[in-house]
Every structure is written in C-alpha cells, then in structure tokens.
Nanobody, 126 residues
Framework: QVQLVESGGGLVQAGDSLRLSCTAS????????MGWFRQAPGKEREFVAS????????YYADFVKGRFTISEDNIKNTVYLRMNSLKPEDTAIYYC???????????????????WGQGTQVTVSS
C-alpha cells in the first residue's frame, strides 16, 4: 500500500511554469513506476508522463513533449512534474499514481496504476 500526496498546483498565466510534487508514504524507487495523469472538467482522465521504477525510462503524452519533465528523488520518495510554457488547455486536476505492475521499461496505461493521490488543481489563465 502506498499513499501519495500531491502539491504545487495553483493559478498561473499562460507561458508560466509550475512544479508539481508527489510524495509517497514509502520508498518507491526500484519498486514502483510513477506517473502523472490529469483530468479536465467533463473529460476522461488522461496520461501525462511516467517514469519507470528503474528510473531509466520516461514517457510523455504528445501534447506535453518538450514542455513537461518528470523526475524523481528517491531519497525524498518524491516525484516531480516540471511544467513549462503552460497553456490554458493544461488546466486540469493533476493526479500522481504508482504502479507495481510495470516492467523495468515502465508503463503509461492508466489501468496499470493501482495507487492514486487526491490530485492538485492547475489552472492556466489566458
């Protein structure tokens, strides 16, 4: 069982940057793949980025490539999502997730992730 707590969301203007944090209740490095998903009002929850438990593989949704970066600090049991050049369409609740099901190559399918945080709101104004 892993508890995840996100932080770092807020209200920003288009073009600004934010860094989201996700702190786990236990060590996740070498055991859990970590991911970020988001859900906008009236839309399905969608994949944003993930990192393998080995730390060697990262995946990004096409709409964030080149703008968002996922990273982890295994000493702090924390995963980060650095978001640059934010757009109004990035407005959503961002969820952190952990998976014990992924291979060493990682994964990015929502159903593979069994532990979820409560989410943090990101609002980007135009």
């Amino acid at each position: 069982q892993v508890q995840l707590v996100e932080s770092g969301g807020g209200l920003v203007q288009a073009g600004d940057s934010l860094r989201l944090s996700c702190t786990a209740s236990r060590r996740t490095g070498s055991s859990y793949a970590m991911g970020w998903f988001r859900q906008a009002p009236g839309k399905e929850r969608e994949f944003v980025a993930s990192i393998s438990w080995s730390g060697g593989y990262t995946y990004y949704a096409d709409f964030v490539k080149g703008r968002f970066t996922i990273s982890e600090d295994n000493i702090k049991n924390t995963v980060y999502l650095r978001m640059n050049s934010l757009k109004p369409e990035d407005t959503a609740i961002y969820y952190c997730a952990a998976s014990s099901n992924c291979s060493a190559y990682g994964c990015y399918v929502r159903r593979e992730f069994e532990f979820w945080g409560q989410g943090t709101q990101v609002t980007v104004s135009s």
